[in-house]
Protein backbone atom coordinates (compact mmCIF):
# COMPACT_ATOMS: atom_id res chain seq x y z
CA UNK A 1 0.00 0.00 0.00
CA UNK A 2 1.61 2.79 -1.25
CA UNK A 3 0.45 6.18 0.31
CA UNK A 4 0.76 9.89 -1.77
CA UNK A 5 1.67 13.11 0.49
CA UNK A 6 1.58 16.17 -1.07
CA UNK A 7 1.17 19.92 -0.42
CA UNK A 8 4.09 20.86 0.62
CA UNK A 9 5.96 24.04 -0.21
CA UNK A 10 7.86 26.81 0.40
CA UNK A 11 6.69 29.24 2.85
CA UNK A 12 7.09 32.39 5.09
CA UNK A 13 7.29 32.27 8.86
CA UNK A 14 3.86 32.43 10.12
CA UNK A 15 2.11 31.28 7.25
CA UNK A 16 0.00 28.41 6.96
CA UNK A 17 0.19 25.19 4.71
CA UNK A 18 -2.26 22.26 4.20
CA UNK A 19 -0.43 18.78 3.65
CA UNK A 20 -2.47 15.41 2.22
CA UNK A 21 -2.27 12.12 2.33
CA UNK A 22 -4.14 10.26 0.02
CA UNK A 23 -4.48 6.70 0.95
CA UNK A 24 -5.65 3.89 -1.73
CA UNK A 25 -8.74 3.36 -2.21
CA UNK A 26 -10.22 -0.43 -1.77
CA UNK A 27 -7.16 -1.43 0.79
CA UNK A 28 -8.68 -1.85 4.05
CA UNK A 29 -9.21 0.24 6.95
CA UNK A 30 -6.59 1.50 9.00
CA UNK A 31 -6.11 1.59 12.52
CA UNK A 32 -4.25 4.84 12.54
CA UNK A 33 -2.20 7.42 10.38
CA UNK A 34 0.21 9.62 11.36
CA UNK A 35 2.61 12.04 10.20
CA UNK A 36 6.29 12.17 10.88
CA UNK A 37 8.93 14.57 9.62
CA UNK A 38 12.48 14.79 9.13
CA UNK A 39 15.19 17.82 9.06
CA UNK A 40 18.29 18.01 7.50
CA UNK A 41 20.71 16.00 9.33
CA UNK A 42 17.73 15.50 12.20
CA UNK A 43 16.01 12.38 13.52
CA UNK A 44 12.73 11.32 11.63
CA UNK A 45 9.82 12.27 14.61
CA UNK A 46 6.19 12.04 15.09
CA UNK A 47 4.13 14.78 14.55
CA UNK A 48 0.51 14.32 15.05
CA UNK A 49 -1.76 11.26 14.50
CA UNK A 50 -5.36 10.23 13.56
CA UNK A 51 -7.03 6.97 14.80
CA UNK A 52 -9.83 5.33 13.21
CA UNK A 53 -12.33 6.59 15.45
CA UNK A 54 -11.33 10.00 15.15
CA UNK A 55 -9.25 10.97 17.65
CA UNK A 56 -6.32 12.82 17.71
CA UNK A 57 -2.59 13.72 19.43
CA UNK A 58 0.10 15.77 18.70
CA UNK A 59 3.22 16.09 19.66
CA UNK A 60 4.13 18.77 22.39
CA UNK A 61 6.58 20.79 19.77
CA UNK A 62 3.32 21.24 17.86
CA UNK A 63 1.61 23.55 20.95
CA UNK A 64 -1.97 23.89 19.16
CA UNK A 65 -0.40 24.98 15.61
CA UNK A 66 -1.23 22.26 13.77
CA UNK A 67 -4.37 20.21 12.97
CA UNK A 68 -5.08 16.78 11.69
CA UNK A 69 -8.53 15.30 9.75
CA UNK A 70 -9.48 12.53 7.81
CA UNK A 71 -11.95 13.34 4.88
CA UNK A 72 -13.31 11.52 2.20
CA UNK A 73 -14.40 8.12 4.06
CA UNK A 74 -10.89 8.05 5.28
CA UNK A 75 -9.36 7.86 1.82
CA UNK A 76 -7.16 10.95 2.80
CA UNK A 77 -5.61 13.21 5.91
CA UNK A 78 -4.97 16.32 6.15
CA UNK A 79 -2.15 17.97 8.23
CA UNK A 80 -2.90 21.64 8.60
CA UNK A 81 0.10 23.63 8.99
CA UNK A 82 -0.15 27.19 10.71
CA UNK A 83 1.94 29.43 12.23
CA UNK A 84 4.88 27.82 10.63
CA UNK A 85 8.51 28.48 12.26
CA UNK A 86 11.54 27.95 10.64
CA UNK A 87 12.59 25.42 12.50
CA UNK A 88 9.27 23.47 11.04
CA UNK A 89 11.24 22.91 8.00
CA UNK A 90 11.44 19.58 6.97
CA UNK A 91 10.15 16.47 4.97
CA UNK A 92 6.92 16.18 6.31
CA UNK A 93 5.84 12.23 5.34
CA UNK A 94 2.58 10.38 6.71
CA UNK A 95 2.27 6.74 7.50
CA UNK A 96 0.02 4.17 8.12
CA UNK A 97 -0.80 0.87 10.06
CA UNK A 98 -3.93 -1.26 10.35
CA UNK A 99 -3.87 -2.45 13.82
CA UNK A 100 -3.03 -1.20 17.01
CA UNK A 101 -0.30 -2.98 18.08
CA UNK A 102 1.78 -2.77 14.44
CA UNK A 103 4.52 -0.94 13.68
CA UNK A 104 3.74 1.49 10.60
CA UNK A 105 4.35 -0.40 8.05
CA UNK A 106 3.03 1.68 4.86
CA UNK A 107 4.60 5.24 4.15
CA UNK A 108 4.57 7.98 1.57
CA UNK A 109 7.64 9.52 -0.13
CA UNK A 110 7.29 12.76 1.57
CA UNK A 111 6.54 16.07 1.15
CA UNK A 112 8.67 19.54 1.45
CA UNK A 113 8.03 21.73 3.83
CA UNK A 114 10.45 24.62 3.79
CA UNK A 115 9.48 28.11 5.78
CA UNK A 116 11.73 31.03 5.56
CA UNK A 117 12.30 33.39 8.45
Known amino acids: VQLQASGGGLVQAGGSLRLSCTIP????????VAWFRQAPGKERQKVAT???????YYEAFVKGRFTVSSENAKTTVLLQLNNLEPEDTAVYYC????????????WGQGTLVTVSS
Open 95 to 106: ARKDRIGDQYGY
Open 50 to 56: IIWNDNV
Open 25 to 32: PHTGDWYA
